[in-house]
């Protein structure tokens, strides 16, 4: 994901990210799509967006003898572009909410559910950005295939353990410790083998084709046939998701003790 370098926004979003990273045991390289996505998370740019239109909204409702609506009416007859009443302005235009600038005096309609109304399409932007993102990130091409809906997933509310939990976003963010895997974002035009059975690697070979994993993986699994990644990726019971996540760690090891 496009980040802003150098800037306070850039910064914060930087700074919340990897807090939820860390939170979640996560290595630091996780896309930051991915936990952006799972997590139903907003920039601290849109609460700082809406604590604006909110203190705007506020200075609308004083009477014009009170010292901060004069300040207020004095901008607005400056004209100064670069002053905050005119940022109002420019964040209602990118939102499609034009009509509520009305020269400055506000919307004529009730301000709650104008308030709301913002605060609803500053997060449809968002999300429509990130669903743009996503669809143009190739190791996220799985992830963007079975996510239905921007916003927290169930399975964070299963109670699953902790390192059961970490495996598991580590399978749908496709950013398990696979030597092809890191390769091949590095080099996409190289490919690896799997370092247990020498077929191309991945984590759909990884999970279902390793003919190396199978007992392991009829084992936690249940399975011996080529279940569908994207079948995996969507599921909701807590059962299967610590399965695949206990295969994941097994797996790892015995891949890990034939490359050492």
């Known amino acids: 994901m496009r980040k802003e370098r150098g800037t306070e926004e850039g910064t ?23 936990i952006k996505g799972d997590l139903g998370l907003f920039s601290m740019r849109k609460h700082r967006q809406i604590q604006l239109i909110k203190f705007w909204l506020k200075i609308l409702q004083c009477p014009s003898s009170r010292l901060i609506r004069a300040a207020y009416d004095e901008l607005l007859t400056l004209g100064q572009k670069s002053s905050w009443p005119f940022h109002v302005k420019k964040l209602l235009d990118s ?6 600038w009305n020269g400055g005096e506000g919307p004529i309609s009730d301000q709650k559910a104008f308030l709301s109304e913002t ?17 143009q990130s190739e190791s996220l091409s799985s992830y963007y295939k079975v996510k239905e809906n921007y916003g927290e997933e169930l399975y964070f509310k299963l109670g699953i353990p902790k390192e059961s939990l970490k495996s598991w976003m580590q399978v749908r963010a496709n950013c398990l410790p696979l030597y092809g895997v890191w390769k091949n974002r590095c080099h996409p035009e190289m490919r690896y083998t799997c ?27 249940g399975v011996d046939s080529r279940e569908p990644l994207l079948g995996t990726l969507k599921s909701t019971s807590k059962i299967n998701i610590v399965a695949v996540a206990n295969f994941v760690r097994k797996g790892l090891v015995i891949r890990k003790s034939i490359v050492t």
């Open 12 to 34: 914060s979003l930087s700074l919340q990210l990897q807090y939820y990273k860390r939170m979640l045991g996560l290595h630091a390289t996780t896309h930051t799509l991915f």
């Open 95 to 100: 939102t499609g909410l034009s009509y509520a």
């Open 195 to 221: 370092p247990i059975c020498g077929d191309l690697d991945g984590l759909d070979h990884f999970l279902f084709r390793c003919q190396g994993l199978n007992e392991l993986r009829r084992s936690f699994l």
């Open 119 to 135: 605060q609803i399409r500053l997060e449809d932007q968002e999300i429509q950005k990130w669903w743009n993102d996503l669809n």
